[in-house]
């Protein structure tokens, strides 16, 4: 094209750009939406690499530490006290050498000058002490090697311990052993994590955090070791736990992993329904409500010690009462594999619709994400009612002793959904709350769907009016730090928002099947590793086969909001109509647009999110009957999206 041509070109192109009618042109003015922006190209900070893949794979360098513990306590219910030793053995599979080893004491967080409890308002608050005096007493700390013990240098900073070592710990697999003598009286509430619930038949006691851990080192920050202030949770390194609980002969005591000795802390009549539980898909007392107050239930002996083992496992704990109504059945596994529910619950709790239910609501929705995402890997699933709200380890949960009925399901569900996130899939919680949380709460709407075919679901799906919580203007982004969001907005930012988020990409950017194909991607992958935000990120787009930067961008990193209007019609001519819709606020969607014609018949155009790459105006034609208009357009007319703004989404033709 001659030169001269090309520019006449380009001044008609620019006049008519400029020409524009005056109410489209005003409508542009008032979008926030900017396309250069919503895809902007660049957006992964690095480069895959032979660590962490661009596939969202851990590459053939990999690594991360592992930590085995041994731990042997005496508990005292009466002086409600912890005490014993814990033995670490902590191996070095990063490509250097360590010369000082970091540890994790929770306990800490309840001595009256640690850093949590000056955090903590002065309303009090989910996390606050509750005027408990309480930390570890540390008896000493010592290194093994070669069957020799020598007392190891260490200090103690609020809710952790630098150890220094005599000898940096090899790269590349050196071991070290470390050995902890530690005590703490139990708190009666322990920010929502343990502590003591009284009850007419005897106290029951839930126990958490309760010996000192590995801090994760690893390839993303080295040692972790942001402070335990209770809002955000763990990050946790791997490894096989054994663990001994020395306690009244007649408590029970339910923990995380295999029992190793039923015989020896059960009843020949409760050792025989133990075995009938595995093999029952009802579920089977082990001791029931009038058995509570009967010396028989118990062996004679005033103390004994139970003794379980957890593998593959980034933490246990533990719960003990003498007061425990206590049940079980079998969970059915794919490939033939089972497992154990359990359910333990004071008198109060035994109503029909409330902790009765217990174990078939573990069994029930530990089935389904074994199912649907990954087998559930440990032996028992236990469920404690108490005093902690609700709460998630590995192969054990706390939950309200006063929950009941859809509250019981919701609860237990969500708690166990943990297991795969962060138990199974170790996301860095303290961190990023969203990757276990926000997780969870959407494998938890799945379940609620699948459950005795939908007794606890909630119908509402109104995503407009969920909105207003969305995208209130106080809110923050959803990735911080746990401890930095809000303590109001922690339910949105950690559990809803990323939930939803991930509904959206299930239900509206890619289909059903092929999100459920990215994400089990991304679960195989990471199971029993420790995957960032952007491991995620890759994992989703390389198995989906969706570039989804606009989506994280949007949803997760920044706090935009969605906003789609039904701006008009005009006519091309007498069989085809011109629909003109926007997108107003900063983040793009895909559209679904609904379009009812004067012959009564209603029609619908998907639209994908590319067609806001040129920008928040899109316009298309479609077809009609000759002397059929357009009588009314609507932009998400099942209200699919979380749309701030539903006041635009239709527009009537003109009366």
Known sequence: MPALQRKKQWIAILMGCICLPAALSAQESASKFNAYEAFKP???????????????????????????????????????????????????????????????????????????????????????????????TIGGVSLLSAGKEQTARHEVIDTRMRIDLPQPLKANGGVVQVKVKFAFNIPQYGTDRMGILPTKNGKVFEIAQWYPRMCVFDNVLGWNTLPYLGQGEFYLEYGDIEYSINAPANHIVVGSGLLLNPAEVLTPQQLQRYKQAQQSDKTVMLRDVNEITDPATRPRKERLTWKFKCTNTRDVAWASSAAFVWDAARINLPAGKKALAMSAYPEESAGDSAWRRSTEFVKGCIEHYSEKWYPYTY?????????????????????????????????????????????????????????????????????????????????????????????????????????????????????????????????????????????????????????????????????????????????????????????????????????????????????????????????????????????????????????????????????????????????????
Request: charged share 25%; glycine share 8%.
């Open 42 to 136: 660049m957006f992964y900070e690095s480069e895959g690499n032979d660590i962490r893949t661009a596939s969202g794979r851990p590459g053939t360098r990999y690594w991360q530490n592992a930590a085995d513990y041994k731990i042997d306590v005496t508990f005292d219910d009466v002086k409600e006290h912890i005490s014993g030793t814990v033995l670490i053995t902590y191996k070095n599979n990063s490509p250097e050498n360590l010369p000082f080893l970091w540890l994790q004491l929770d306990q800490n967080i309840y001595k009256p000058d640690s850093r949590g409890a000056a955090v903590t308002p002065v309303t009090g608050g989910r996390w606050a002490n509750r005027n408990f005096n309480g930390g570890y």
């Open 379 to 655: 032996p028992v699933a236990v469920n404690v009612a108490g005093i902690v709200g609700g709460m998630e380890y590995p192969g054990i949960v706390f939950c309200s002793a006063r929950s009941q009925k859809a509250g019981l399901w919701g609860v237990t569900n969500h708690e166990f959904g943990h297991n795969w996130f962060p138990m199974i899939v170790g996301s860095n919680e303290r961190s990023f709350a969203w990757m276990d949380e926000g997780f969870n709460t959407f494998i938890n709407g799945l379940a609620d769907k699948a459950f005795n075919n939908g007794e606890f679901d909630r119908k509402n799906r109104d995503r407009h009016a969920m909105s207003r919580t969305m995208f209130y203007d106080s809110a923050s982004a959803i990735m911080h730090r746990a401890d930095v969001i809000q303590n109001r907005s922690l339910g949105i930012l950690a559990y809803y928002k990323p939930a939803m988020g991930l509904d959206l990409l299930r239900e509206e950017v890619l289909g059903e099947e092929r999100f459920d194909k990215a994400f089990r991607y991304y679960i195989d992958n990471w199971a029993f590793k420790h995957p960032t935000q952007w491991d995620f990120f890759r994992a989703m787009e390389n198995a989906s086969g969706e570039s989804l930067d606009w989506f994280w961008r949007g949803w997760i990193i920044n706090n935009w909001k969605v906003d789609m209007a039904a701006r008009g019609v005009t006519y091309a001519n007498d069989t085809t109509a011109i629909v003109t819709v926007e997108c107003i606020e900063q983040l793009p969607m895909p559209l679904t647009v609904e379009i009812k014609t004067t012959d009564g018949k209603s029609d619908r155009v998907q639209l994908p999110v590319e067609v806001w790459q040129n920008g928040g105006v899109k316009q298309f034609r479609h077809a009609l009957p000759a002397g059929v208009k357009i009588e009314s357009v609507t932009a998400d007319p099942d209200k699919r999206l979380p749309d701030v703004n539903s006041t635009n989404n239709t527009w009537n033709r003109p009366a």
